[in-house]
DNA sequence: TTGAAAGCGCTACCAA
DNA sequence: TTGGTAGCGCTTTCAA
């Protein structure tokens, strides 16, 4: 026969004590002596005792998960997992999350069934929740049912918000590749409806105007095929392109591979800036150049705030995005 | 002043019902009417009303979440951000908790405190939890405090694993360079005490033995700089070499580069094949032919066995591992 | 240092 | 279709 689940009632009997001293003894908490805390571990022990999560949290009142929500907008590209973004940000929120004992929750969700899942989510969420790739409506729609919640990286006003800069990230690594002395420089930019995309193209505009460059550009989504033919109508209209800025690393890898089929040498003919620094730059051969995206810290940051519950609407956290160099730009850059 | 979070009870009054009939018709249970389920309604929605998760899984008795414990080896390496399999197994896991109303919590851990994770997740887990990167005695240990766990490609017996068959995997992908007429092959293998690692060398000896091939093989850590090192190694040992087998993506993107650095062209020169079909390989360049694992279809598979809470000591469930052709060998494979 | 007992907010049963 | 109410397993006062 299968025996019920023990609970601490079964520990402080065996234990011969009651149940809250079982309960100060398992919890380290003043009020019980070591010998009446040995007995109770040994009890514990003996029992197999786990204390069930839902009554500790139902009896103390403390709250402990923090949701991470992302909205996966391509199933057919296995978007979460090739989303070179969404281990970075796991990786941040368990940081913030070390030594707390709140525990992180991840859901994802389809777009067509995003709705849905932001009222469970919303409803269930016990200190809070990041938002990753929310569209603004549905953001919003969150924060009205629950405001502890932060957007990343996806402006969504009055949504909290942590975001990196794109557009003086896009500037820096434009204004890098004319630096080096490229004047045929394009641009390989992601969709018109993404909020990082259009800062980044901004950034771009920015360099174009000031530097008196002409306006190379051309658009993909965020995906490797993406770039690989951007970069190929690129080149077919402007075969003496000599730099080349792409709004994001995967994109550039296939950019690269581009170029490379056709015949071009990097940096040597065709200089070649990323963006993300993630997984793709330094998969790709040469290594990219790109532009550091510090998702981890970002997410940390929106998870602090969380925990803090400190979050007002229009709270706002922007971080910068700093030029990171390999031999995509720079022949002389070392390779391992 | 701030309000106390709503309860049912608050709803109950705002609609002038009972508590439970506040709670049959939030939860459309049979047994309230509609006219009545509408003021409920209203009420909740007036009043914000969340249900607290923790009391209701204790009523209810509904256990609610699956565990995701992954042990983070390197933390300079921001492991599980890097990590190609970390998104992949969540999303498998998403996918095979979909539709029920269970969560998925995410616990990522270094090494050296691995043992007070195992724990703590093990005394807290509800429905079970998925082991990656976790020691075979941490997986026991693991188990012994609750026996709702499966290891992920790491065996640990008695503990239920999901592996793919890595053997049998590296021999088909030595073979497909065999087949494409290499004679000089190499190996770039794991670290010795990963059993991945040692399974995919394994196949590789099988290989060697069956075609009657010279054993040249160095290992490297599963990093794009290890297999960056070891094929330079071999390159120096070996300049004649015209097929090489690396035993994760990641290194051989590191491999790749190394090779063009020394002037060979790829698959021209020297054929390279990778294992995992992981996102290094299609931003490598050229692309990578490699062993597909398919990570989703596992995880889900572990899931499943913990929804169905079919797991006994010793259970096992395998998976194939495909080869999937790119331009890394064959010169004819499309780039996009 | 210990025990008794009052809840935490909700579900689910039973009776009306 | 409703309301009353007994728990779910635990923490945390308050007294002893």
New interface residues.
């Given amino acids: 026969m299968r025996h019920r689940r023990p609970t601490i009632e079964d520990v402080a009997r065996e234990a011969g004590v009651s149940r809250a001293t079982a309960s100060r003894a398992m919890n380290n908490l003043p009020g019980a002596s070591t010998a009446t805390r040995a007995r109770v571990a040994r009890a514990a022990g003996e029992l ?1 005792y ?6 500790r ?2 009896a103390s009142g403390r709250r402990t ?1 923090v949701d991470l929500l992302v909205v996966n907008y391509d199933p057919d590209l ?1 978007a ?5 973004y ?3 940000v ?3 929120m ?1 940081t913030a999350l070390d030594g707390t004992d709140v ?6 969700t389809p777009l067509d069934r995003a709705a849905a899942t932001v009222d469970s989510v ?3 969420t ?1 200190v809070g929740a990041v938002l990753v790739n929310v569209t603004p409506d549905l953001a919003e729609r969150f924060r009205r ?2 405001p502890q919640v932060v957007s990343l990286n996806t402006p969504a006003p009055p949504v909290p918000l942590v975001a990196s800069e794109n557009t003086a990230g896009a500037y820096t690594a434009l204004a890098h590749l004319h630096r080096i002395g490229r004047r045929r420089i394009a641009a390989i930019h992601g969709p018109a409806v993404n909020a990082c995309a259009t800062s980044r193209r901004a950034g771009h505009l920015g360099l174009v105007a000031d530097a008196g460059l002409p306006d190379l550009a051309d658009r993909g989504e965020f995906t ?2 993406g770039g ?2 951007a970069a ?1 109508r690129l080149l077919a209209l402007h075969p003496d392109l000599d730099g080349l800025f792409v709004a994001s ?2 994109m550039a ?2 950019a ?3 170029l ?2 056709a015949g071009r040498r990097i940096p040597d003919d065709v200089a070649v800036v990323g963006f993300d620094d993630s ?2 730059a ?6 990219l150049s790109t532009m550091r995206l510090p ?2 810290e970002m997410a940390a940051t929106a998870t602090r705030a969380l925990l803090d519950g400190d979050l007002a609407p229009g709270w706002l956290s922007g971080f910068p995005v700093g030029l990171v160099t390999r031999r995509s730009t720079d022949p002389a850059a070392a ?2």
């Fill in positions: 197999g786990r204390p069930d999560p839902a009554a949290a139902l998960a296995v979460i997992g090739g989303h070179p969404f281990g970075r796991i990786a941040g368990t525990h992180l929750r991840v859901h994802v919303a409803r269930e016990t049912l629950c490797r095929e690989y033919r190929a690393d995967l890898a296939g690269v591979q581009a490379t089929a997984i793709a330094i998969c790709s051969n040469p290594p998702v981890e390779l391992c």
